[in-house]
């Protein structure tokens, strides 16, 4: 079945950088968009990013053009997120999320924490 | 930016009850609205997908309407398990998608 992990949260500077990745399996990875989605502690769902199959077609919400970059292995089954310029209100769970349809997620992970504090 | 806009903030209602839950668009985003539920420490799980369609493996208890700028997501009658947080998510506005801010169902 479709499985999503993500790693590499933990805890950050303001001004600072971390990676996020999603491995991915179940499904044929090179096939599917790709979303990366967050929440802060207590709050609803923000779309972050998302990538096509291929690694072209990203976009991003106004709130982290610039800062993040969302990339693809396809020959690793792996999504990534590259937060950069890190702030205080980037603190959420990050999930990654199998695209539907162009724009929906049908498949999410069980998320990762990332804590933007001094 | 489309801005989604939910009602009730929070719905308390009894198991076997009827849910009605609203989504409204600050513009229109033709058909393409999803509703999610996400109950705590879960993650969210997709109900239904442009506006009416249900996703794989939902029970027929949940139904979508709506069509612009107002949708509608029914529960026919509570279960137990069904009590959660529901968003709708618009993708009419792509490449801009966004999420409502919630509708917690809960327990009277």
């Known amino acids: 079945q479709v499985h999503l992990v993500e790693s590499g949260g933990g805890v950050v500077r303001p001004g600072g950088s971390l990676r996020l990745s999603c491995a991915a399996s179940?499904?044929?990875?090179?096939?599917?968009?790709m979303h990366w989605v967050r929440q802060a502690p207590g709050k609803g769902l923000e779309w972050v990013a998302v990538?096509?199959?291929?690694?072209?077609?990203?976009y991003y919400d106004d709130s982290v053009k610039g800062r993040f970059t969302i990339s693809r292995d396809n020959s690793r089954n792996t999504l990534y997120l590259q937060m950069n310029s890190l702030r205080g209100e980037d603190t959420a769970v990050y999930f990654c999320?199998?695209?539907?349809?162009?724009?929906?997620?049908?498949?999410w992970g069980q998320g990762a924490l990332v804590i933007v504090s001094s | 930016e489309i801005v989604l806009t939910q009602s009730p903030a929070t719905l308390s209602l009894s198991p076997g009850e009827r849910a009605t839950l609203s989504c409204r668009a600050s513009?229109?985003?033709?058909?393409?609205l999803a509703w999610y539920q996400q109950k705590p420490g879960q993650t969210p799980r997709l109900l239904i997908y442009?506006?009416?369609k249900r996703a794989t493996g939902i029970p027929a208890r949940f139904s979508g309407s709506g069509f612009g700028t107002d949708f509608t997501l029914t529960i026919s009658s509570l279960e137990p398990e069904d009590f959660a947080v529901y968003y709708c998510q618009q993708r009419g506005g792509w490449p801009s998608v966004t999420f409502g801010p919630g509708t917690k169902v809960d327990i009277k």
């Open positions: 179940g499904f044929a990875f090179d096939v599917y968009g």
């Open positions: 442009d506006g009416s």
């Open positions: 999320a199998r695209d539907k349809n162009i724009g929906y997620q049908d498949y």
């Open positions: 990538l096509g199959h291929d690694g072209g077609s990203e």
């Open positions: 513009q229109s985003v033709s058909s393409y």
